[in-house]
């Protein structure tokens, strides 16, 4: 659900950053602008899954990695660093993903369209026809969690009609709903609005998977609940805060700053885990945990690297060159 969170946030985000531009501000310059603050970490992504790629070989996991050569593997990263989805006739996981070397990348595939969407005709909607919009969306998204199948939000990243329909169920709600929040400007004000919004996000995605099997729309519900509910409440405070401490400051900054390098370039390192975790048949205990704490500490240094020596002057770069003013 970080991902569902992700879309909200980024939604809002958009729409206050661009609403009040257009006219000034052409279709294309906003292409040009979202290209620039996103494009560089799509790319690195796919290096970084490029060059950990053999590492992940599983016959258990990722049965077609061993028997994948090197120049299909680098065909498969170039077509990932233009974000154009791959079919599922040239996965080279075994996990039928669009983006074989960095998984992840599917959900900038669907923000790379939500961005569209808004541009050619969302930003022109009144109120009253977005609420509409976000309103149908969002009976689409409680339709497919409750009486679904599934009961979960798990999906979106392969190239075939099942799974496209998840994604864009997954987009169009949150990511317009964020639009619709920002443009109503109903912020919620409470004081540690930065720690609040810190702990109802731990606090509802730490929740385990409710009922079973035959009852999956219990778990629906509450997936739709975050998302529709829990998550732009979240988003209202977190906008309507005032950070009034240095430290928070630091921290929030710290975290805004870090969080798209870190969610386009981990995963490379969660494919080793699981291989590693499922092949070797390690329980949950002191090993897993330590190995696992390894891992967030690696991604979070490889993530603030990234960013610091390659997103950061890259996109100074291009913004120079591109833009010619502040991105």
């Known amino acids: 659900m970080a991902v569902d969170f992700f879309f909200l946030l980024s939604g809002f985000v958009v729409a206050y950053a661009y609403d009040d531009r257009w006219g000034k501000l052409t279709q294309w310059d906003f292409y040009k602008r979202r290209l620039v603050r996103l494009q560089p970490m799509v790319v ?4 970084i899954g490029a060059a950990l790629f053999y590492f992940q070989a599983s016959p258990t996991v990722f049965p077609l990695i061993a028997a994948t050569p090197v120049w299909k593997m680098l065909l498969v990263t170039l077509i990932g660093c233009t974000l154009i989805p791959l079919p599922i006739s040239m996965d080279i996981r075994g996990w039928q993903e669009m983006h074989p070397v960095n998984g992840p990348a599917w ?3 669907f923000e790379y369209i939500a961005n569209i969407l808004y541009a050619v005709l969302v930003r022109r909607f009144s109120k009253l026809v977005l609420s509409v919009f976000v309103s149908l969306s969002g009976c689409m998204l409680i339709g497919y969690l409750v009486f679904g199948k599934q009961g979960d939000l798990i999906g979106g990243w392969s190239l075939n009609q099942e799974q496209l329909f998840i994604g864009f169920t997954r987009v169009l709600y949150p990511f317009f709903a964020g639009v ?5 400007g109903k912020l919620i004000h409470i ?3 930065f720690w609040w919004c810190s702990f109802l996000i731990i606090l509802s995605m730490s929740v385990p998977r409710i009922g079973g099997e035959h009852d999956v729309w219990k778990n629906g519900l509450y ?3 975050c998302v529709i509910v829990i998550f732009p409440v979240i988003v209202s405070m977190g906008a309507g805060g005032v950070l009034h401490s240095q430290k928070s400051v630091k921290i929030s900054k710290f975290f805004g700053d870090i969080s798209y390098p870190l969610y386009i370039t981990h995963y490379p390192l969660i494919y080793i885990f699981t291989a590693w975790v499922i092949d070797n048949k390690i329980p949950l205990g002191a090993k897993g945990l330590l190995i696992g704490l390894l891992l967030v500490v690696v991604s979070i240094t490889i993530a603030y690297a990234c960013l610091k020596l390659y997103d950061e002057p890259v996109r100074e770069w291009l913004r120079k060159k591109v833009l010619m003013k502040k991105v």
């Open 44 to 47: 690195m992504g796919s290096l």
């Open 180 to 184: 619709l929040l920002s443009r109503l």
């Open 191 to 193: 004081k540690n609005a």
């Open 107 to 109: 959900s900038l595939f």
């Open 223 to 225: 997936e739709a609940l």
